[in-house]
């Protein structure tokens, strides 16, 4: 039991109502055609305030390990406000959340810095990817976060 969180990215491949083609056959899965495909982008493990963070700024505050979708312009804020150390002026707590690491800090497990670089890569790929898409016509991409506990 914990709080597990994951970064998404889904990718449409069913394009103006016709399915997509590999070497001309349409793809399908189990007997019907396949409209996305989800990437798994990130995950983290008990980073409370990461996850207390996404909760406040995109989702309302509302914490009900609903899918949050995140734009360009939100990833940009992320990545800016973990450059910026900014990501824990205020304390996550909740049950079974764990706690995330502080400027300084370090365990057995790692440190602040090495969670704040990883944080910062995975959100930097993820806003990347989404970017790359911008001059393609004949696909959708979105990226989400989502949390479980």
Partial sequence: ???????YGDKSIYIKNTPAKVDGFPVEVDGFPVESIVLDM???????????FIVDCFADGNDDCQRINLDVDDLNHLIKTLEDDKMYEETTTGFFFGRSYHPGEKDEYGSYEEQKARD???????????????????EYRSVYYQASW
């Fill in 120 to 138: 910062i890569d995975l959100f930097t790929k993820a806003r990347n990817w989404l970017m790359s898409n911008y001059s393609k016509k004949d």
């Fill in 1 to 7: 039991m914990g709080l597990d969180m994951m970064l």
């Fill in 42 to 52: 990130g995950y983290w493990r008990k980073h409370a305030n990461l996850h207390g």
